[in-house]
C-alpha cells in the first residue's frame, strides 16, 4: 500500500513538499514515481526515481522546481515542491514500478497511492 500526504493550499511562489510511505512490504527494489491529475483528465508524470535514488527524472514543466527523493529504510519517497504555480494546482499521486528504473508512463506502474490536493492560489 501507498499512503501520499502532505498536499494542502499555498499560495504562488510558495513551498510543499509531499509524502508517499509504503507498506506492506519493502519497495527498496522498486522505482517510484509522482503523477498528477487535473478535472479527470489523464494522469501527467512528474518525476521519477530509480531504486537506489541515484538517478531521476521530470516533467519539463517542473524541472528545477521540484525534487524527488527516496529514504529507502523509511520505505518513503518524497516530492519537494518550490516556486509553486497556479497551474501545479492537481491531486497528486505516488506510484511504485516493479522495476529498478522509472518510467513517464503512468500504464508501466503497478501499484497506486491514494492521491492528495495540491492547490495554488495566484
Known amino acids: 500500500q501507498l499512503q501520499a500526504s502532505g498536499g494542502g493550499l499555498v499560495q504562488a511562489g510558495g513551498s510543499l513538499r509531499l509524502s508517499c510511505h509504503a507498506s506492506?512490504?519493502?519497495?527498496?527494489?522498486?522505482?517510484l514515481g509522482w503523477f498528477r491529475q487535473v478535472d479527470g483528465n489523464e494522469r501527467e508524470f512528474v518525476a521519477g526515481i530509480a531504486w537506489r535514488g541515484d538517478i531521476n527524472g521530470y516533467a519539463d514543466s517542473v524541472e528545477g522546481r521540484f525534487t524527488i527523493s527516496r529514504h529507502n529504510a523509511e520505505n518513503t519517497v518524497y516530492l519537494q515542491m518550490d516556486d509553486l504555480k497556479p497551474e501545479d494546482t492537481a491531486v497528486y499521486y505516488c506510484?511504485?514500478?516493479?522495476?529498478?528504473?522509472?518510467?513517464?508512463?503512468?500504464?508501466?506502474?503497478?501499484?497506486w497511492g491514494q492521491g492528495t490536493q495540491v492547490t495554488v492560489s495566484s
Open positions: 506492506g512490504r519493502s519497495f527498496s527494489s522498486y522505482a
Open positions: 506510484a511504485a514500478r516493479r522495476s529498478r528504473w522509472f518510467a513517464r508512463e503512468e500504464n508501466e506502474y503497478n501499484l
